[in-house]
């Protein structure tokens, strides 16, 4: 009697299903960053437009290139992002702004400034507009691999704790602002910059690796199979052949 391999089978099942959800998972991903990519060239071509005007639409908010005025921006409190820009470590300073008619407190990132540099724009309470460009970014959820904070010196954009840190009775909003024009012209160490809108998008080899293995590994199993079920039983006789008493 030929033996079916009832072990090997509940092994191989379960790790195709892996591998085929995880080729999917990819494809999913390939989609989602295809919108990005799209997104983001669609909101580059798009013309710079006032916060306040587009910030109730609610949607299609990343990347695009607005104006808007912070109330005391210019010496407003700061807490400071680790960061490396062109291959220089530094920081990148990070206030809040509460642009004319948006309710809600929008982080905004007033640029780099390398770790050589030890001074800092000056903090004083004023409410004297400032108007700046920018990029909106939606804030990404931190990793869980991001260092802690200590209130000061941050890892990731943290919307609710550096709210908190700046002095806000509520968290920021989801979205930040990247200013793309100084907010302290005299302090040329101060750099502003947008992060590049560039992506990777390697989910479709990523798919095809998690599906290839699956297709291998059911390749390997039907062969095993083939093997196992044409090998005779221990303790019987192949066809054709008598016992030697």
């Known amino acids: 009697m030929k033996r079916f391999p009832l072990g090997l089978t509940l092994l191989v099942i379960p790790a195709v ?3 085929i959800g995880l080729g999917g998972w990819q494809l999913e ?3 989602w960053k295809n919108g990005l990519i799209a997104e983001s060239a669609s909101a580059a071509n798009q013309p710079r437009v006032a ?3 587009i910030y109730g639409e609610g949607a299609g908010l990343e990347f695009r290139r607005i104006t808007t005025a912070c109330a005391g921006l210019a010496s407003a409190r700061f807490v400071e992002m680790r960061s490396i820009v062109d291959g220089d470590g530094g920081v990148r300073l990070y206030s809040l702004c509460r642009a004319p008619g948006i309710t809600v407190p929008l982080l905004v990132d007033r640029g ?3 770790d050589d540099v030890t001074q800092r724009p000056a903090v004083a309470a004023a409410d004297t507009p400032l108007v700046i460009e920018g990029e909106l970014r939606e804030i990404p959820a931190a ?3 991001t260092p802690a904070s200590d209130g000061k010196t941050f890892y990731a954009p943290e919307p609710a704790a550096m709210a908190e840190a700046l002095g806000s ?4 909003a989801p979205v930040m602002i990247f200013a793309t024009t100084s907010t302290n012209p005299g302090f040329a ?3 502003p910059s947008a992060p590049p809108a560039s992506f990777s998008n390697n989910h479709l080899g990523y798919a095809m690796t998690w599906l290839g293995l699956a297709l291998a590994l059911v390749g390997v199993y039907v062969a095993m199979l083939g093997r196992s079920l044409s090998k005779p039983r221990s303790g019987t006789t192949a066809p054709g052949k008598k016992d030697i008493p």
């Open 17 to 19: 299903a892996v591998l």
């Open 29 to 31: 991903r390939l989609a």
């Open 51 to 53: 916060l306040a005007q």
């Open 112 to 114: 780099f400034v390398a």
């Open 143 to 145: 990793s869980w691999l």
């Open 169 to 172: 009775s509520g968290p920021a």
């Open 189 to 191: 160490a101060l750099r």
